[in-house]
């Protein structure tokens, strides 16, 4: 069973960091994609970013480049997501997901996704 666990999460202020890091488990972690999506209050779900099975190719929403890192440790099977310069609305709920994702008939396609973590970041 494909089990994804997101922490990391919490409250901060405008222009703080955060790091989120996500533990898998029930899939060979190693040769799948994985991407980080967020939905914030009353939003549809929003990419953020995505990276190979290898961790060298990154991938980012124009929202956020710049003030955000997605890598990976293949050896713990974990997944992380460094957040700088953090903006209100930034403020999410944030989900690790395993695959790359798609977009399919303009609506965002995931895989498997974790509980999530929350984000809020006061002005």
């Known amino acids: 069973e494909v089990q994804l666990v997101e922490s990391g999460g919490g409250l901060v202020q405008s222009g703080g960091s955060l790091r989120l890091s996500c533990a898998a488990s029930?899939?060979?972690?190693?040769?799948?994609?994985m991407s980080w999506v967020r939905q914030a209050p009353g939003k549809g779900l929003e990419w953020v970013s995505s990276?190979?099975?290898?961790?060298?190719?990154?991938y980012y929403a124009d929202s956020v480049k710049g003030r955000v890192t997605i890598s990976r440790d293949n050896a713990k099977n974990a997944l992380y997501l460094q957040l700088d310069s953090l903006k209100t609305e930034d403020t999410a709920m944030y989900y690790c997901?395993?695959?790359?994702?798609?977009?399919?008939?303009?609506?965002?396609?995931?895989?498997?996704r974790g509980q999530g973590t929350q984000v809020t970041v006061s002005p």
């Open positions: 997901a395993k695959d790359a994702v798609r977009f399919i008939q303009g609506a965002l396609v995931t895989g498997t």
């Open positions: 029930g899939f060979t972690f190693s040769i799948y994609a």
């Open positions: 990276i190979s099975s290898n961790g060298r190719t990154t």
